[in-house]
């Protein structure tokens, strides 16, 4: 696994951005963080996709899954594929 941490300022909020590639899976992952009070939420979800729309990810490109249940399902399918005869 690779992963690459950035800190990017945008419209006054203090994002992480980490940018993971997992063998076992096909394609690099853009995940993207920010802290913020309950109050901001909306507001921080606005920027951060207004950030993912900037580098070309729209909303197809989206997911709520997280690596850890990709990879236990990628190596589950891969394990039930090398465990027939």
Do not use: W
Not at 14 to 20: F, K, R, W
Not at 38 to 66: C, F, K, N, S, Y
């Amino acid at each position: 696994m690779a992963v690459r941490n950035y800190r990017i300022s945008k419209s006054g909020l203090s994002l992480l951005a980490t940018l993971v590639t997992i063998p076992e899976l096909d394609g690099t992952f853009l995940e993207v963080e920010a802290v913020v009070e309950p109050d901001v939420v909306p507001g921080a979800l606005r920027v951060i996709r207004q950030l993912m729309a900037d580098v070309g990810i729209g909303r197809d490109d989206l997911t709520t899954e997280l690596y850890t249940e990709a990879v236990r399902s990628a190596r589950s399918t891969t394990l039930g594929e090398h465990g027939r005869t």
